[in-house]
Nanobody, 116 residues
Framework: QVQLVESGGGLVQPGGSLRLSCVGS?????????MGWYRQAPGKQRELVATTTRGATISYTDAVKGRFTVSRDTAKNTMYLQMNNLKPEDTAVYYCKSNSWGVDYWGQGTQVTVSS
């Protein structure tokens, strides 16, 4: 069993910064598992933001390269998404995902709104 809880979302002005956190727990959760951040904007499909494996960033979607950074604190079972120079098009619900024993687990999401 895996539980993922996202936090850190909120309202920010364009050009601002925000840091999201995803805390994992449960008998089948590993802080070294492949994890990722996804987002879903209103009326759009859920899209990949970034993926990591054992704390190492694998890839970022082109829309966030140079602005977003993923990191992990394995001692705290936490994955972070540092978001800088936010744009209105970054507005979405952001979801954390972890894969354990070949099964994907999702958090409930945290809302990020970028607006003046």
């Amino acid at each position: 069993q895996v539980q993922l809880v996202e936090s850190g979302g909120g309202l920010v002005q364009p050009g601002g910064s925000l840091r999201l956190s995803c805390v994992g727990s449960g008998s089948r959760f590993s802080p070294y598992a492949a994890m990722g951040w996804y987002r879903q904007a209103p009326g759009k499909q859920r899209e990949l933001v970034a993926t990591t494996t054992r704390g190492a960033t694998i890839s970022y979607t082109d829309a966030v390269k140079g602005r977003f950074t993923v990191s992990r604190d394995t001692a705290k079972n936490t994955m972070y998404l540092q978001m800088n120079n936010l744009k209105p098009e970054d507005t979405a619900v952001y979801y954390c995902k972890s894969n354990s024993w070949g099964v994907d687990y999702w958090g409930q999401g945290t809302q990020v709104t970028v607006s003046s």
